[in-house]
């Protein structure tokens, strides 16, 4: 037999209590609460409720901020709140439905007419909860999908260009870091955890241009020559050539963040970079984050035309702006992440 569904049951008068709970006590499990403080205890408990009775005019902590405390948690979103009163207070009725509550139970109670109501919301919110586990657990599975892909391609690209692969995870794993500082120290540049794992997803893609780039040029062991490095400085627009034929098949805002990150990760912050010349904060941050992990991770990473230079020869070719000018503000970041891997290193000896 499964387990019934749970009703909370929030009134400091003691007869009202009781009268809702008989009105439902067959069909749903009862919780009941005498006071604000005690309801928000129960719905922070980790207790599977369905639905919420609440009385408005309590004293302490009233109805309106038990509903303030579910919007907090988000919790509002998943139960519905149905506001007990016997009280004529239009403006505190509105101020419950503008927190989220969706109807009224008017004292004295009727029990058919309660029953009825109560228990279609009851069955549409379980429903409605039910479809948005499933086109979450959708949405995922497209994301892996889309991830994998991305990750594929990007690889396929760095072998082509004779990379062993890693210099993709390398980028993906320090623009992670880095944006992550970088939005902690400054409100300017702020991003959720949302905004930037799908910006590491979109780092992937950043150099997907090269497949349009000839191998004579790509892998080229020596200097490359003027005209040869102005068909390299093409692998930004192409790359983005490439993904505006797809976008369809990518979550919107990785497309967004890829096709930015693709074009204007070798814009500098003097406004000496390419493709399009742009300075300052007219790049992207995360434009701006990725291209120094990349520059980073050129330096350290052996490439058929040098050697890998040591950790800290690449921090200071980047801190002495030997590969371009960036952001101080990125740098201070950088710097910082830095600090943390020579504590690590001390700590690993």
């Avoid at 967004?256 to 693709?262: E, F, G, L, P, T």
Wanted: with cysteine; aromatic share 8%; hydrophobic share 40%.
């Amino acid at each position: 037999m499964s387990k019934r569904e749970t009703i909370l049951i929030v009134d400091d008068v003691d007869i009202n209590r009781i009268m809702l709970a008989e009105i439902f006590r067959d069909n749903y499990e009862i919780v009941e609460a005498s006071g604000g403080g005690e309801a928000i205890s129960v719905l922070n408990s980790g207790e599977n409720i369905a639905a919420v009775l609440l009385d408005l005019l309590m004293p302490d902590v009233n109805g309106l901020e038990v509903l303030k405390d579910m919007n907090r948690s988000g919790k509002i979103k998943h139960i519905p709140v149905f506001l007990i009163t016997a009280a004529d207070s239009q403006e505190m009725l509105m101020e419950g439905y503008n927190l989220g509550a969706i109807d009224v139970i008017i004292k004295p109670f009727m029990a058919q007419f309660l029953k009825c109501r109560i228990s279609s919301v009851i069955e549409l919110y379980a429903y409605r909860n039910e479809l948005e586990s499933i086109v979450q657990a959708q949405v995922r599975q497209l994301n892996d999908f889309m991830r994998s892909t991305t990750e594929v391609l990007a690889t396929a690209i760095e072998f082509r260009d004779c990379e062993s692969g890693e210099h993709v995870k390398r980028i993906c794993a320090l623009t992670d870091e880095l944006l992550t500082e970088v939005s902690s120290l400054y409100p300017e540049y702020y991003l959720s955890r949302e905004d930037i794992d799908k910006i590491v997803t979109s780092a992937v893609l950043h150099d997907v241009g090269k497949i349009a780039i000839p191998d004579s040029i790509l892998n080229k062991p020596g200097r490359l020559t003027a005209e040869e490095f102005e068909i390299m400085k093409e692998h930004t627009v192409k790359g983005c050539d490439l993904l505006s034929r797809i976008p369809n098949v990518m979550d919107a805002k990785v497309f967004k963040y890829a096709y930015d990150i693709c074009k204007h990760h070798h814009e500098r912050w003097d406004g000496r970079g390419y493709p399009d010349g742009l300075k300052g904060d007219d790049v992207s941050i995360w434009a701006q984050v990725v291209a120094v992990a990349d520059v980073y991770d050129a330096l350290t990473s052996p490439r058929v035309y040098k050697k890998a230079f040591s950790h800290q020869k690449a921090v200071d070719m980047i801190f002495n702006e030997e590969c371009g000018v960036f952001n101080p503000k990125v740098l201070t970041a950088f710097q910082n992440i830095v600090d943390g891997w020579d504590k690590k290193e001390e700590n690993a000896e």
